[in-house]
């Protein structure tokens, strides 16, 4: 059956702060676990969405009990692919993020959706879902709840960062928080050395 998470968060910042924090999150002293991210994919569409895949590195250390069941050789990193909409017209950032390595052991699928609280436009409301699924034969129990006491941990961790993004972008309050300063940003952020192949096709379908 796997473990099921869910959480809601409420953001005092508007939307299109926490849009652009989003976009600038990484590095941050409070994910250290991410390595690199790169964009594969970017198109705006007809209807003015902004559609963006991207592939995220993390370490991937395994607990002492599972290190002494796996193979010492097993990668310790793992490869997260991100799909996330933004829809301009109705002030809403939808992401879906979920492994490509390692799902024989454990996948984690997470969806989140930020939206502008109609309620008080200066709050951004975070809605925040994730499935660990393990299918491996006499273990999975254990697995599913390390995974899941691993995913709180480091949600708790990624909403300190996206404060964190946040704190500099109010800090630095640049003039044009509205446009694609965001994205701009993270395009010239350096790749990593040896990143691994893939696709530039587009992708098929988005969250």
């Given at each position: ?5 869910q ?31 790169d ?37 310790r ?11 301009p ?17 454990m ?21 925040r ?6 299918t ?10 390390f995974?899941?006491a691993?995913?709180?941990?480091n ?35 350096p ?5 691994p ?11």
């Open positions: 059956m796997g473990r099921y998470f959480s809601e968060v409420d953001i005092n910042s508007p939307w299109y702060q926490v849009l652009a924090a989003f976009w600038q999150r990484y590095p941050n002293p409070y994910s250290t676990h991410v390595l690199t991210e964009v594969l994919y970017r198109e705006v569409t007809p209807s003015n969405r902004l559609l963006s895949r991207r592939l995220l590195t993390k370490t991937n250390r395994l607990p002492g009990w599972a290190e002494r069941v796996f193979p010492a050789h097993m990668a990193r793992v490869y997260v692919l991100e799909d996330s909409v933004v829809d017209e109705t002030h809403t950032l939808t992401t879906r993020t979920w492994n490509i390595n390692h799902n024989k052991l996948t984690v699928v997470e969806g989140c959706l930020f939206e502008e609280d109609c309620s008080r436009p200066s709050w951004t409301k975070l809605r879902e994730a499935w660990i699924i393990s491996v034969r006499g273990l999975a129990r254990p697995i599913q709840e995974g899941l691993r995913f709180r941990s949600q708790d961790k990624a909403v300190k960062g996206l404060e964190h993004a946040l704190n500099k972008i109010q800090t630095e309050d640049p003039p044009h928080l509205h446009g694609d300063q965001g994205e701009s940003s993270e395009k010239q952020k790749l990593p050395p040896q990143a192949p893939t696709s530039t096709q587009k992708p098929k379908q988005f969250v």
